[in-house]
């Protein structure tokens, strides 16, 4: 299993960003997937996950609205539309296998909303 | 919300010693929890499941209890390896919720 989180940067806060999580060595639509986050020096945050076919999605109250989960199963690749950025948005954002327990994780991509 | 509280938030410790980690859930979670490894710059590795399986190739000097409300995560003889931050995480409900870690130091 092989995860390959991108698409992070610096944003202003109101602005937009998507996310991509390239997955390998495993059979993608088989799985759910999940974004966990992690502030600077401070713990784990699950923020939000979606089944393998697509169908089902969960947020965390934090993000609803302002995120999207979505998947492309032809591609292998997760996504996190991330819009309405504020600066408590400011963490790494890591993709994982799993809605439940987090089996396996990309390395993460550094998202910075700041003016 | 399911709240998940860890104690103790940093623990000082030798190689060789047996740890425990405490991890209660403001609720009942049955025994839907996991427990993650976590060193500096890397992310998260699982290492136990449902309260008390252990991942694969996690050595099994790792291991958990616990069901319900109260759970524990034991580190029966520690190596150098193991000085990290462990954090719990309950899959009972959404949202999916960590505890706030406990880091794992040498003494």
């Known amino acids: 299993v092989h995860l390959l989180d991108s698409g992070g940067g610096l944003v202003q806060p109101g602005g937009s960003l998507r996310l991509s999580c390239a997955a390998s060595g495993f059979t993608f639509s088989s799985l759910a997937m999940s974004w966990v986050r992690q502030a600077p020096g401070k713990g784990l945050e699950w923020v939000s996950g979606?089944?393998?076919?697509?169908?089902?999605?969960n947020y965390a109250d934090s993000v609803k609205g302002r995120f999207t989960i979505s998947r492309d199963n032809a591609e292998n690749t997760l996504y996190l539309q991330m819009s309405s950025l504020r600066a408590e948005d400011t963490a790494v954002y890591y993709c994982?296998?799993?809605?439940?327990?987090?089996?396996?994780w990309g390395q993460g991509t550094l998202v910075t909303v700041s003016s | 919300d399911i709240q998940m509280t860890q104690s103790p938030s940093t623990l000082s410790a030798s190689v060789g010693d047996r740890v425990t980690i405490t991890c209660r859930a403001s609720q009942s979670i049955s025994t839907w929890l996991a427990w993650y490894q976590q060193k500096p710059g890397k992310a998260p590795k699982i290492l136990i499941y449902k309260a008390s399986s252990l991942e694969s190739g996690v050595p099994s000097r790792f291991s958990g209890s616990g069901s319900g409300t109260e759970f524990t995560l034991t580190i029966s003889s520690l190596q150098p390896d193991d000085f990290a931050t462990y954090y719990c995480q309950q899959y009972n409900d959404y949202p999916r919720t960590f505890g706030q870690g406990t880091k794992l130091e040498i003494k």
């Open positions: 994982a296998t799993g809605q439940e327990k987090f089996h396996s």
């Open positions: 979606i089944s393998g076919n697509g169908a089902n999605r």
